[in-house]
C-alpha cells in the first residue's frame, strides 16, 4: 500500500509499505479520510523534530471502516462499523493521568501519526494492548456524518476540552479565540454552541479572505485583524463591555499574546494556551497573579470531549463540513500541504 512517511526532520517520502497484520487482539482500519493538521505540516516542512523514531507514517485525524477483527476482540467493533480514531496508539495505564482517563497526558504516550504509524495511508492497525485498556480510542461514527466530517473530530474535541472542560465556559459569557486555524475556529464553535454572547475571534490580515466567513458562521460575533489594530486590546476591551472577557483562547501560541491575553482577561478569569511557540515569554508574572488568573495548558482531549462533541455532531449543532476546503487523492499529498501552509485552505482532507 501507498502511503507517506516521514523519514526524518523535514524529509517526508511517498513510498509502498507493507500492510499490517494484525494479531488477535487488534483491530484493522481502513482509512477512508485523514486530516492535514497543523502539526502535520511542521514535521513537514522541518519546524518540528519527528517524536517517534522515524520512518512512520504520517497522518493522526483519520476516520474509516473496520476490515479486520482479531479473535478475541470484543463484540462490541464489528467489520464494517465505520469508526473514527481519537490517534491514541499507546500509553503507560498507569500513571494518574491514565487512571483518571486522560491518556492523551500520559508521559509515555504514542500517538499514532505523530510518533508511530498512522492514517496517510490504506490500512492502521489498532493495537490491542490499547484497545483493552483504553475502549474509547474509537468511536462510531454518526450516520449523518461523512468520513471527512469524522476527522475533525480531533480538532473538535480539542476546542470543546479547552473552552468547556478546561476553562468552565458559562452560557451568557464573553469568549476571545486568537488564531483561526482549525483549533481556533473549533474553540469559536464551541464557545457559541456552549451560550456565548459574544464571540471575538482575532487572526490577521490575511486571513480575511477565507477564515474569517468560516469564524463568522461558526458563531464569531466579532472579527479583528491583530496586524490592524493601533490597540488590539482596548479594541477587545470596547468589544467585551463591563462585564469583560471571561475566557481567552490562545490558539495561535506567539508569545505576545499571552501577554495581551492576560491584559484582556477580566480578573478571575482563564486563559486556556492551546498554541505551541518554542520563543520564550519575557515578561513577569506578576499580572496574572494580581488578576487572580487561571492559565491553563491544554493538550488535547478526554472521553468526555468526544463523546459530548460526537453527540453535538449527531444532533446537527456541530458543523464540521463548512472548514473543510477541499478533499484530495493520497498522491496529491504534497498539494495539499501548500495549500494548507499557504493558508488557500483552512482543512484539506486526503483520501487513500
Same mark, same amino acid.
Given at each position: 500500500m501507498k502511503a507517506v512517511v516521514l523519514c526524518g526532520k523535514g524529509q517526508v517520502e511517498f513510498r509502498e509499505v507493507p500492510e499490517p497484520v494484525i494479531g488477535d487482539d487488534d483491530i484493522l482500519l481502513e482509512v477512508k479520510a485523514c486530516g492535514i493538521c497543523g502539526s502535520d505540516l511542521h514535521f513537514y516542512y522541518g519546524r518540528l523534530e519527528p517524536?517517534?523514531?522515524? *520512518?512512520?507514517?504520517?497522518?493522526?485525524?483519520?476516520a474509516g471502516v473496520i476490515a479486520g477483527i482479531g479473535k478475541n476482540v470484543t463484540d462490541y467493533w464489528k467489520i464494517g462499523d465505520r469508526v473514527v480514531s481519537e490517534n491514541t496508539g499507546d500509553a503507560c495505564?498507569?500513571? *494518574?493521568s491514565c487512571a483518571a482517563g486522560n491518556f492523551v497526558a500520559c508521559a509515555h504516550r504514542q500517538t499514532m501519526g505523530c510518533s508511530m504509524d498512522g492514517g496517510f495511508t490504506k490500512y492502521v492497525r489498532i493495537p490491542g494492548r490499547l484497545l483493552q485498556m483504553y475502549p474509547n480510542c474509537l468511536y462510531h461514527i454518526p450516520d449523518n456524518l461523512s468520513f471527512s466530517e469524522a476527522t475533525l473530530m480531533d480538532p473538535a474535541a480539542n476546542g470543546y476540552n479547552a473552552v468547556i472542560q478546561q476553562a468552565g465556559f458559562r452560557s451568557g459569557e464573553t469568549a476571545v479565540v486568537f488564531g483561526v486555524g482549525a483549533l481556533g475556529l473549533m474553540s469559536i464553535q464551541q464557545a457559541y454552541i456552549g451560550g456565548a454572547s459574544r464571540v471575538i475571534a482575532v487572526g490577521m490580515s490575511s486571513d480575511r479572505r477565507s477564515r474569517e466567513d468560516i469564524a463568522r458562521k461558526y458563531g464569531a460575533t466579532d472579527f479583528l485583524a491583530s496586524d490592524e489594530e493601533e490597540d488590539l486590546v482596548g479594541s477587545v476591551l470596547k468589544i467585551a463591555g463591563e462585564n469583560g472577557v471571561a475566557v481567552v483562547v490562545d490558539a495561535a501560541g506567539v508569545p505576545m499574546i499571552t501577554e495581551q491575553a492576560i491584559r484582556i482577561v477580566r480578573n478571575e478569569g482563564a486563559v486556556v494556551r492551546i498554541g505551541m511557540s518554542d520563543k520564550t515569554y519575557n515578561r513577569g508574572l506578576d499580572d496574572f497573579a494580581l488578576k487572580n488568573v487561571r492559565i491553563i495548558g491544554h493538550m488535547g482531549y478526554n472521553?468526555?470531549?468526544w463523546r459530548n462533541s460526537l453527540a453535538l455532531a449527531a444532533a446537527g449543532?456541530?458543523?464540521l463540513q463548512s472548514i473543510i476546503t477541499c478533499e484530495l487523492p493520497l498522491e496529491q499529498y504534497h498539494q495539499g500541504f501548500e495549500m494548507s501552509r499557504t493558508q488557500e485552505a483552512s482543512k484539506v482532507i486526503l483520501i487513500p
Open positions: 517524536m517517534g523514531r522515524v *520512518p512512520f507514517i504520517m497522518g493522526h485525524e483519520f495505564g498507569r500513571c *494518574p472521553a468526555e470531549s449543532r456541530l458543523d
